[in-house]
């Protein structure tokens, strides 16, 4: 792949940590806001729904639990703007991407294989990773599996974790985990009942439970009271915070309303399906270089597993370029904190050979 840039504009007085979205995309390449195209996409045997913006070197961006396309909203202009062509999917089991019925077409394989897979639909030879949540342990496998597609990666709130000693879930419960969400999430049926109840609801809960807005010193949210579901001691807030409005709350609602939450379920059931399908690659460290982002109060890096994940990274993934905490965001953090995300992934994509 081609990495060198195509038409950027050149924008070196303006400051994208502290400009707005809309001075940033107006000095950068004006009228770019309105350039964003939809369309369908096979790749790897099913079809993938894509949101895209601008021309140049590729940059996918892979979404997490339970979102879409829209979550990179803010990202896409922006990364269009400095020279990228910027592509998010809905992920398997998403949005208007196709949602394959069994479980376990949602283990790691198939799901690094939709990346590599729509990265030769775009008639690419490699690109460059972003995820986040859920996207962020595809993009560090899809980095992992395939470093001749991949040449680096970019990953906010989930910190790479190494294959481990024995199956997650037994972990889990080896520690006395037992109300750990990832547990809650594996009877098929039962969460999908709770989730599919009133989907604007549990966006609400759980979205507000997770994010820098979530009143401190509240249990976490990962873990879940015995014999309650998952939004039991979570708040409905009377007025959600300003990075997630009433009309992107309905996008994302009608989204969910359509599809239901099982097929972003899928991938939590395939935790120790996955355990076994990495065997191969037990001890096995990413080099590419990579920059990692997240918020200081996110319940992921801060939880008894996280932690330890996090600190680990100077380790298993030895190229890492920054680790980025942001104070006092949550887990929602391309979102959250939207100009602070883009001039960190714009800084970190020009300093890659090839394309600064």
């Known amino acids: 792949m081609d990495f060198s840039r195509r038409g950027f504009v050149a924008a070196s007085s303006i400051s994208l940590a502290n400009a707005s979205s809309a001075q940033v995309f ?39 639990f339970p979102e879409s396309w ?34 376990s077409s949602y ?17 690419q030879k490699q690109a460059i990773l972003v995820g986040h949540d859920w996207g962020a342990t595809v ?9 001749d597609v991949f040449p680096a990666v970019a990953c906010m709130s989930v910190p790479f974790r190494q294959r481990g000693p024995a199956p997650p879930l037994r972990l889990l419960r080896e520690a006395g985990l037992y109300t750990h969400y990832w547990l809650y999430y594996q009877d098929v049926g039962v969460a999908e009942a709770e989730l599919d109840r009133d989907p604007r609801v549990t966006l609400r809960r759980r979205m507000y439970a997770n994010s820098g807005e979530a009143p401190k010193g509240r249990p976490s949210p990962h873990l879940l009271q015995p014999g309650k579901g ?34 972003g ?5 395939n935790i120790d399906h996955n355990w076994r399908l990495l065997a191969p690659w037990a001890g096995a460290v990413i080099r590419q270089r990579a920059l990692f982002i997240a918020g200081s109060v996110d319940p992921t890096i801060n ?10 990274m100077s380790t298993t993934v030895p190229n890492l370029q920054r680790k980025v905490i942001i104070e006092g965001a949550g887990h929602y953090i391309q979102m959250e904190r939207p100009q602070q995300v883009n001039a960190e992934l714009i800084q970190f994509l020009r300093s890659l050979p090839g394309v600064g």
């Open 139 to 147: 993009a560090w496998h899809a980095a992992l599996l395939r470093p």
């Open 70 to 103: 829209y979550s990179w909203r803010h990202q896409l202009p922006a990364l269009a703007a400095a020279g990228f062509h910027a592509v998010a999917p809905d992920m398997r089991g998403y949005g208007q991407s196709e949602l394959p019925p069994e479980i």
């Open 107 to 123: 283990n790691i394989m198939h799901l690094v294989g939709d990346m590599v897979g729509l990265v030769a639909a775009l008639g």
């Open 265 to 269: 379920l899928n991938y939590y059931r």
């Open 26 to 64: 107006s000095a950068l390449a004006p009228g770019i806001e309105s350039e964003l195209k939809h369309r369908r996409i096979t790749a790897n045997g099913i079809t993938l729904h894509i949101a895209e913006q601008g021309t140049g070197p590729l940059v996918l961006l892979c979404h997490g």
């Open 303 to 312: 939880g008894t597993t996280g932690k330890p994940q996090l600190e680990a």
């Open 230 to 263: 998952l939004l039991d001691g979570t708040i409905n807030p009377e007025r959600f915070p300003a990075w997630l409005s009433d009309a992107d709350l309905d996008y994302m609602v009608a989204d969910l309303t359509r599809t239901g939450f099982r097929g």
